[in-house]
């Protein structure tokens, strides 16, 4: 059972939208992560934290911006979205240790027209 | 820079048979490997971790292997099923920060 969630699965958004994509964790998971995925490629690592008030830019540069104002809560916003942000958006976290690896979410498909 | 490679063509083999998987990378020394295997349309899903004086790790019909020296990890599935169609994908902290970096995958397929 997934206990990390991401909402919404798909969204189609006109050019200039603003938009945000929830992802909510159930684990009491301090380190969260959002990572950017075109089809057949590698997963792109966009933002992180490691718990409350803690958010870093992660090594794709990405225009959109998180917060962390609750542990389980780690929401992405788009102010401005453009074609070129079409992507699958995945969110995963950790409990910081290793070897029980990363959860992730579903993921949701975001295009831009 | 650093680089995760994996073997972009898709594995195809019958059922029955033994997938072997291939994860090599360069400019790092990790301290441990993951790995993942990702269903279309869905997150990837965690299924086992190598550390670097590890050199093998079995869960179920998986196998895993972690040669520091050659800077690869083999990943093995014994007794393959067409259940295990997916993309495997192998993964990194680099720098033991807790940030993972990811390979672009290999997909398998099974045949009945």
């Known amino acids: 059972e997934a206990d990390i969630y991401q909402t919404p699965r798909y969204l189609v958004i006109g050019t200039g939208k603003k938009i945000t994509l929830e992802c909510s964790q159930t684990m009491g998971h301090d380190k969260m992560y959002w990572y950017q995925q075109d089809p057949g490629m590698e997963l792109h690592l966009i933002h992180y934290?490691?718990?409350?008030?803690?958010?870093e830019k992660g090594d794709l540069s990405s225009e959109s911006t998180v917060s962390r104002i609750r542990t389980e809560h780690f929401p992405l916003t788009l102010e401005s979205a453009r074609p070129s942000h079409t992507s699958q958006y995945l969110c995963a976290s950790s409990g910081g240790q290793a070897q029980w690896g990363y959860t992730f979410g579903s993921g949701t498909r975001l295009t831009v027209v | 820079s650093q680089k995760i490679e994996q073997n972009s063509e898709a594995l195809n083999i019958q059922e029955g048979k033994t997938a072997t998987l291939t994860c090599n990378y360069t400019n790092y020394s990790p301290a441990y490997l993951q790995w993942y295997r990702q269903d279309p349309g869905r997150g990837p899903v965690f299924l086992l971790l190598?550390?670097?004086?590890?050199k093998e790790k079995r869960k179920e019909r998986l196998k895993v292997t972690f040669d520091t020296t050659l800077k690869q990890s083999l990943f093995h599935i014994t007794a393959s099923q067409p259940a295990d169609s997916a993309t495997y994908l192998c993964a990194l902290d680099m720098d033991s920060s807790y940030k993972l970096i990811f390979g672009s995958g290999t997909r398998l397929l099974v045949r009945p």
């Open positions: 934290s490691y718990g409350v008030n803690s958010t």
């Open positions: 190598i550390r670097e004086n590890e």
